[in-house]
């Protein structure tokens, strides 16, 4: 129910003002919509392969999901077999440095009040596992599987309508380089449209949340600056994100 009130939120504020597309070919051209000042929704329409699930899931014909798509339920089965990391380290290949303990779902990025695991979903709960790392149960995985046909069959018949939908959300991803788009919302929709053949997504800054993670900044994320994490550990899980990586290349 959240996700219909959410959708009609979005609805409502964008029959107000008409939504200003931008497209981009390259994603650190899109860094200065970060400042969009105007009331009028802004929707960027960036590269498939700049879209980043959390992991660091570069949204191609390697992404767990459009595997799914492609492959059946088992290569979804394989990959929550196959990843299911027990910490940060596990999680993006890290060394022993301070934060590498931390769980798995932890970003360096992002200050909250209090640290909460990844919530369940459409009535499981979390203790059947979450989607972007294993593992998981057979009834989260038969879940994910018919979730991500039913958006693919619904998007088949009548395309992508963000107005409809419901916008894909995140925020940059940014060494000054390279730049890359984290998706916070939407990643189901997302793969989907990565698995049609879309060249560009069409995606949205979250309301309310940072717009661009630097890591010409890293000394000012929340986890290095309270000491929990080292500097180099946030870069490097940064890297991750913004070299990118498929299924295959975390199980075996």
């Keep these: ?81 196959g990843f299911a990391p027990s910490n940060l380290s596990d999680m993006y290949g890290l060394g022993d440095d301070a934060g590498g303990a931390l769980p798995p779902y932890v970003l360096p990025w992002r200050m909250v009040l209090k640290d909460r695991p990844p919530g369940g979903e459409k009535g499981l709960p979390a203790s059947h596992g979450v989607a972007f790392y294993g593992p998981c149960s057979a009834q989260k995985i038969a879940l994910e599987t018919r979730r991500l046909s039913r958006v693919a069959e619904a998007i088949r018949k009548s395309g992508f309508n963000p107005d409809k939908h419901g916008d894909i959300e995140g925020h940059f991803i940014t060494d000054g380089q390279r730049t890359c788009f984290f998706v916070m919302g939407g990643k189901h929709r997302a793969a989907v449209l990565a698995y049609l053949g879309e060249t560009h997504i069409p995606v949205r800054l979250r309301p309310g949340r940072m717009a661009i993670m630097d890591t010409r900044e890293v000394t000012h994320w929340p986890l290095v600056a309270d000491g929990t994490m080292t500097a180099q550990t946030a870069r490097a899980i940064a890297e991750v994100y913004l070299t990118g990586r498929g299924m295959s290349d975390v199980v075996g």
């Design 1 to 81: 129910m959240p996700g219909i009130f959410k959708a009609m939120r979005q609805a409502a504020a964008l029959a107000r003002y008409r939504a200003v597309v931008k497209r981009f070919d390259d994603a650190t051209a899109a860094l200065p919509c970060a400042f969009w000042w105007e009331k009028a929704p802004l929707r960027m329409e960036l590269p498939v392969t700049a879209l980043r699930m959390q992991g660091g899931f570069t949204y191609g014909a390697d992404h767990p999901f459009v595997r799914a798509l492609t492959d059946g339920k088992d290569a979804l089965a394989a990959f929550y077999a």
